[in-house]
């Protein structure tokens, strides 16, 4: 289903002038630091806030055009919404708050099933308790199961993990990746945290100062030299790759992302062979040589191709790879650049000295 928003909104000193035109498919994330307008975002989106001039557009359905008078109320859009503060009715029981959720279907007919929301977030041992005698992570999980049993159409998560620890957070987002496979239940997720959005998203709209500037897949947004995605000090791409064997002499898995000469290495003892899985690839972390090295330490070499290079201080350059059809950055020194001639359409080899497994 087609997406399409825009917003004119003053609040004191800031001001939103946003505009969203996106197909709502898996998980598109919405990332940008505090205050850069994400919330406010998306309560118009939702509803909770009237913009000057909206519009929203969702598939043939006009929830807003303020150029016809058009105002759809919160109950009356087909989206679930999630916020950072769970906001569970402290005087019902868990199966009472999902209960709730359930009556505001904004279906004629259930498209979700209670049993399958229940046994995804694991809440079959909470139903009969009450949510101050809930730790965090399960009160967040009461609140994700109640905006799905809505029905929605797609489901808004805004900033659910904020106030999490990281144990808390890594079990959530996995509660979350399983409720988008297991329903195909198109979300939107708003974080300030990359690590977090680079686990979860497909798609990305990067957000500063009010305004959209730029809307894509993950791995193209993080690794385009002209947004600062790919200049943060945790710049990196991400690789989906497929787990195709194991060695058990060195415990190591190889995962191809690519032909069969794009193979990663990776330690993890929890790897199921045929499983997909996401890795992420520092910028930090990517060495560059004209040669294959005869002897290193590093297992992950790649041939690749020098696309773009950009200087982000007087000391250091960006240089932007191709291995194959997939995107990698590297982050050199400027002495690194001038002492190996590095140019753009240069055949290289890129040297991954560490791999991260995000999903």
């Known amino acids: 289903m087609k997406l399409d928003a825009r917003f004119n909104l003053t609040k004191g000193d800031f001001t939103l002038t946003s505009q969203l035109s996106t197909a709502i498919s898996g998980v598109t994330g919405l990332f940008g630091p505090s205050g850069s307008g994400k919330t406010t975002f998306l309560r118009c989106l939702a509803g909770l806030e009237r913009a000057s001039k909206g519009y929203v557009r969702f598939g043939d359905d006009i929830w807003q055009d303020d150029s016809k008078g058009i105002f759809l109320a919160t109950h009356q859009r087909p989206v679930g919404v999630v916020f950072q503060e769970n906001r569970l009715f402290k005087h019902l029981n868990v199966e009472e708050n999902l209960l709730f959720g359930r009556k ?31 730790s965090g992570g399960e009160q967040q999980r009461v609140a994700i199961g109640r905006a799905i049993l809505t029905n929605p159409e797609f489901l808004i998560m805004d900033e659910p993990l904020a106030s999490m620890d990281q144990t808390g957070s890594k079990r959530i987002l996995g509660f979350i990746s399983s409720l988008q496979n297991q329903l195909q239940l198109p979300i939107i997720h708003v974080s300030h945290d990359m690590g977090e959005i680079l686990q979860l998203a497909d798609y990305l709209a990067v957000m500063e100062k009010g305004e959209i500037i730029a809307t894509g897949p993950i791995r193209d947004m993080i ?8 200049h943060r000090g945790d710049a990196s791409t991400v690789l989906t790759a497929k787990v ?54 590093i297992l992950n070499l ?50 991954v000295k560490s791999i991260a497994l995000e999903r």
């Open 104 to 134: 505001r279907s904004k279906q004629k007919k259930d498209s979700i099933s209670w049993d399958g929301v229940v046994q995804i977030l694991e809440l079959s041992p909470l139903l009969n308790r009450y949510p101050q005698g809930l």
């Open 244 to 297: 195709v064997s194991h060695d058990p002499t060195y415990h190591l898995n190889s995962l191809q992302f690519g032909d069969p000469s794009q193979t990663l290495f990776i330690a993890n003892n929890n790897l199921i062979i045929g499983d997909k899985v996401r890795v992420r690839i520092f910028a930090r972390d990517v060495s560059l040589a004209l040669d294959h090295p005869s002897n290193t330490s």
């Open 223 to 230: 690794t385009r030299l002209d947004l600062p995605l790919a």
């Open 302 to 351: 790649f041939p690749a191709e020098v696309t773009e290079i950009s200087q982000e201080n007087p000391a250091q350059y960006m240089v932007k790879l191709m291995v194959g059809n997939n995107p990698i950055l590297a982050r050199i020194t400027k002495k690194s650049l001038e002492t190996l001639s590095i140019k753009k359409g240069l055949s290289l080899i890129a040297q």
